[in-house]
């Protein structure tokens, strides 16, 4: 009964390499989130869905490109991997997308590039 | 765009003491105020929110205020215990900002027995 989960849990890779992250929620939700939680700790969001249109697009490099094939569904590709990518990404998901609405957040998946 | 300040950012205390973590926030179109914990290795979750039509939150041992003319909400944790130790985060959104959350930098709290 996970309700946001996320593959893989840990990702280890070199330089240069493409990558993709995968993020599924069974909530039923219209709006999923990609945040980067650096190694202080701080939380910052990258991009956010709504019903699989993009709503929220911050200063992000272009290497990274989040898709979502249906709304439970939000991927996240990153080409030509950098040291600096070395995070944990963590996928959410709210129930709408008004700004007062519950995230939830999946298991976070650990990105150590070499 | 908007900006949380959160202090302090390590916090040790006696086990049944309190603990108070403060914030900050910028914009004041910002309405809606949730506190996440996250332990080691895990995900954050949300462990109590508060919108700005409130001044004050309790649930159990766990209390949220809120001063929208200040711009300052606190956490206040009565009674820790070793399993409050985590690091803890408030975060700030506003309605139809598209549920974007501004984290704080976080603070790490330990309950020393």
Known sequence: DTAVSQTPKYLVTQMGNDKSIKCEQNLGHDTMYWYKQDSKKFLKIMFSYNNKELIINETVPNRFSPKSPDKAHLNLHINSLELGDSAVYFCASSQSGDGTDTQYFGPGTRLTVL | ?113
């Open chain 2, 1 to 113: 765009g908007e900006n949380v300040e959160q202090h302090p950012s390590t916090l040790s205390v006696q086990e049944g003491d309190s603990a108070v973590i403060k914030c900050t926030y910028s914009d004041s179109a910002s309405n809606y105020f949730p506190w996440y914990k996250q332990e080691l290795g895990k995900r954050p979750q949300l462990i109590i929110d508060i919108r700005s039509n409130v001044g004050e939150k309790k649930d159990q041992r766990i209390a949220v205020t809120l001063n929208k003319t200040a711009k300052h909400f606190s956490l206040h944790i009565t009674e820790t215990q070793p399993e409050d130790s985590a690091v803890y985060f408030c975060a700030a959104s506003f309605t139809g900002g598209g549920n974007k959350l501004t984290f704080g930098t976080g603070t790490q709290l330990k309950v020393e027995l």
